[in-house]
Structure formats: structure tokens, C-alpha cells
């Protein structure tokens, strides 16, 4: 049956059913195409790109990438169901998409196969993967990382739609997905990025792929993050040696992160664990660089600061919040959090960040929640300026 046509960014395609299309996705595919636009910056002169949209169901995103971005050179569209299929070829062509026996525009080609056998066996390189599953992108993440080894520099853009999983309420399938120790606390949309990123750097290292992530977002249901993909054995050591442990003090709230899987007992701030409280928790491992590439973020902000987006005004806000994390300590206090545990009031949020600026403290709002703040404070300098 068919559902009728939408318009997003400059495309409009027909959905229909046995065709996956979710409205509340715009937002998502309007970054990632922001951030296609962004890599012009990180090609060899005179190179394009050609993405693969792993799980393409109406095809809206890779049209979306074509039409938007002049760095395209051509998309192939993957998806297991052939009525998708169907559907991506009819929508790339009313778009206005080539296919690839002609001669200019952006050139799509639609392959009805399972992803993983696409990108191992499909015989062509790509240097741009898109991961769009239900769910987890890990099963897929070792086959589009062997894909793009063989362009030798190439670009990863995966979803994931596992957050309950990544942010630890399911904490044993967080651990046998993504094999890390997931954090239930007020922090842990950011640790969900992070596991997810630090996966990745664990999957490419022993293909000798270094990845380094250029932006890392958490928003609704979903978690996404674009990486650079580089082959070379140095490149995978140093993206490894940014993966460490986050460890969280229950009862004092203090935050510490550390290369070595070293855990006290007792927590040195406050001496929970040794007086009958609980000791601290850890988490890890996972990604403990910077979450985003400055340059990267400032073309995405330009970009969309020429495009007339409906969420353009959303996206700006979210990018100028990304741009002020970089930098910053990993990980934030979300200030109702930290009164509720010590059963006070917060103060209004801007004499918050005030208070902790004067006493000479770097303080960032982030993307990941809008009432928390990243600091260099330590918790009880955190705790001392929220509780009224
Ligand atoms: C979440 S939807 C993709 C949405 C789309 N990228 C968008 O932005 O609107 C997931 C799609 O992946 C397809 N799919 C699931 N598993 C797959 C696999 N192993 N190989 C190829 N396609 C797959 C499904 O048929 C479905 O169309
Ligand atoms: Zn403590």
C-alpha cells in the first residue's frame, strides 16, 4: 500500500508499506547529511565520496546525502527487502538520481542483499558506510570496517536505537553486545556514545584501522556517531590508548576516568566503601577522547546555517552545545540529579554555572541533557553550588 509522498531537506520520496519510515528521523538525517557536507574538508584533493546506505528501506537518507552535499559521487542503496528495493529505486530516480550507466549527477545503483554479504563480497570500495539498523549496528561493524580498509581512508556513520541497552538497564546484553560494563546514573546517555565508540575502536584495531570519532550524539531513542577510519597499525594503538574506565562514587557523586581497569575500594573524596556505604561503581571500557572534531563541527554549523532545514534552529542550538564540549572533562551533573540526591533544591541553573565560573572553574552546558553542566569542579564544589 502506498502511504504518500514527504518532503525532507530537498528530497521528497514516496514511503509505503514493507518500506521502514520514521518522521522522527529527520532530525537525525539532517545532521548526518550536515556532516557529509562537513568531511569536504578531510578529502584527498579532487576525491568524492561513495557511500554505501546499509539500510536504505525508503532510500531517503543516501537520496538525502546525493542531492544535498556536491562531495557525492555516487550511492548505493543496500536493503534485504525487496519491496524496499523497489521502493529506493523509484524514489533515487523521481529525485532526480542517475543510475550508474550514465555519465554525470550523483549515481545510485539499489542491491537487494543482506549488508554484511554486500560489503564483504559486493566487490565494490566504498569511503563512506552508513549503519542504519533496528537496533545495534554491531553485527555489522566488522564488515563495512574490512570494506573501507580497502580504500584505505574512509568514514563510518552508525546509529543505534539499543539505547536502553547502551545506558545500562540492560546491563548483560550491553555487556555480550558491545562487551563493555554499561552505567545506569544521570551521565549515561554519555557513556552510551561512548561504549558504542569504543566498540568500534575495538573492532577495527586488530584490523589495523584507527578510528577516531568526529561527532558523537545522543537525542530521543537514539544514539549516532560519524568516524574517520583510517588504515594504519599506529593509528589503531593511538585510538586504543583513548580507551579507559569511567568510576562514580554513589554517595559523594565524584566522576573519575582512567586508562587502567584499576578500581579502589574506597572512594578517596569521601570514604564510601569503607563506612559501610556503597563503593564506587565503574563502567567500561569505551572512548575517552574528545567526543567531536572542531573543524567538523564549525563546517556542519556553516552548512546548516545555508540550508533551510525545518529543524535548522534545533540543530544550531545542538552544535553550538557540541562545539562547547570539546575539551571539556568527560562526562556531566545533571543538577536535579545532584539535589534530589542530597535531598535539597537547585538553584536557578545560570547562578549554578555562575558560582562555579567565579571560582575559576570551566563550566559547559551539553547536548546530552539540557539541565546538566560539564565541569572541572570537583563533586563537592558541584554539590556546594547546586543545592540552594
Ligand atoms: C531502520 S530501517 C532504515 C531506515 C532508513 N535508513 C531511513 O533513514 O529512513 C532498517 C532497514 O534495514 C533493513 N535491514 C535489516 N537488516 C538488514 C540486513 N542485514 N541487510 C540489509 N538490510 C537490512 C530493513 O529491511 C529496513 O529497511
Ligand atoms: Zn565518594
Redesign the pocket.
Known amino acids: 500500500m502506498d502511504f504518500g509522498e514527504v518532503k525532507e531537506g530537498s528530497v521528497r520520496v514516496r514511503t509505503a508499506e514493507g518500506?521502514?519510515?520514521?518522521p522522527h528521523?529527520e532530525f537525525s538525517?539532517d545532521i548526518s547529511s550536515l556532516a557529509v557536507a562537513a568531511l569536504d574538508g578531510m578529502l584527498p584533493d579532487g576525491e568524492r565520496l561513495r557511500i554505501c546506505?546499509?539500510?536504505?528501506?525508503?532510500g531517503?537518507?543516501g537520496i538525502r546525502y546525493a542531492l544535498e552535499n556536491k562531495n557525492v559521487e555516487a550511492v548505493t542503496f543496500?536493503?534485504?527487502?525487496k519491496a524496499?528495493c523497489e521502493l529506493v529505486e523509484a524514489n533515487a530516480k523521481s529525485n532526480g538520481l542517475q543510475d550508474f550507466a550514465a555519465f554525470s549527477g550523483p549515481q545510485f545503483r539499489v542491491v537487494e542483499d543482506?549488508?554484511?554479504h554486500h560489503l564483504y563480497r559486493g566487490g565494490e570500495k566504498f569511503n563512506f558506510v552508513e549503519l542504519?539498523?533496528?537496533g545495534s549496528p554491531v553485527p555489522f561493524i566488522r564488515s563495512a570496517l574490512l570494506n573501507l580498509r580497502a580504500s584505505k581512508h574512509g568514514f563510518l556513520s552508525a546509529t543505534a536505537t539499543d539505547t536502553a541497552v547502551l545506558c545500562g538497564a540492560h546491563q548483560k546484553a550491553c555487556l555480550i553486545n558491545y562487551q563493555a560494563k554499561p552505567l545506569h546514573t544521570f551521565f549515561c546517555h554519555e557513556a552510551a556514545v561512548r561504549i558504542l565508540a569504543g566498540h568500534i575502536v575495538r573492532v577495527a584495531a586488530p584490523l589495523h584501522i584507527g578510528i577516531r570519532p568526529l561527532m558523537l550524539l545522543s537525542k530521543r531513542h537514539y544514539v549516532k556517531g560519524i568516524f574517520e577510519a583510517k588504515k594504519s597499525a599506529s593509528a589503531a594503538l593511538d585510538s586504543m590508548n583513548n580507551l579507559g574506565y569511567v568510576s562514580f562514587c554513589p554517595k559523594c557523586l565524584t566522576v573519575k576516568t582512567m586508562n587502567k581497569p584499576f578500581l579502589s575500594p574506597v572512594c578517596a573524596e569521601c570514604g564510601a566503601g569503607a563506612d559501610g556505604s556503597t563503593a564506587p561503581i565503574w563502567g567500561g571500557p569505551m572512548w575517552l577522547g574528545e567526543l567531536h572534531d572542531s573543524g567538523v563541527i564549525d563546517r556542519m554549523r556553516k552548512a546548516n546555517s545555508e540550508r533551510q532545514y525545518k529543524n535548522r534552529v534545533e540543530i544550531a542550538n545542538m552544535l553550538m552545545l557540541m562545539k562547547g564540549e570539546i575539551g571539556m572533562p568527560a562526562f556531566y551533573y545533571d543538577v536535579h540529579s545532584v539535589a534530589d540526591h542530597f535531598k535539597r533544591m537547585p538553584k536557578p541553573f545560570d547562578r549554578i554555572v555562575s558560582e562555579l565560573q567565579d571560582k575559576g572553574f570551566a563550566v559547559a552546558r551539553t547536548h546530552f541533557n539540557e539541565l546538566a553542566l560539564k565541569t572541572d569542579a570537583p563533586a563537592s564544589t558541584v554539590r556546594d553550588a547546586v543545592n540552594a
Not at 19 to 22: D, G, K, P, Q
Not at 53 to 58: E, H, L, Q
Open positions: 518500506a521502514f519510515y520514521n528521523m538525517r546506505d546499509g539500510m536504505s528501506a525508503t531517503v537518507r543496500v536493503d534485504m527487502d524496499a543482506d549488508i554484511n542504519d539498523p533496528f
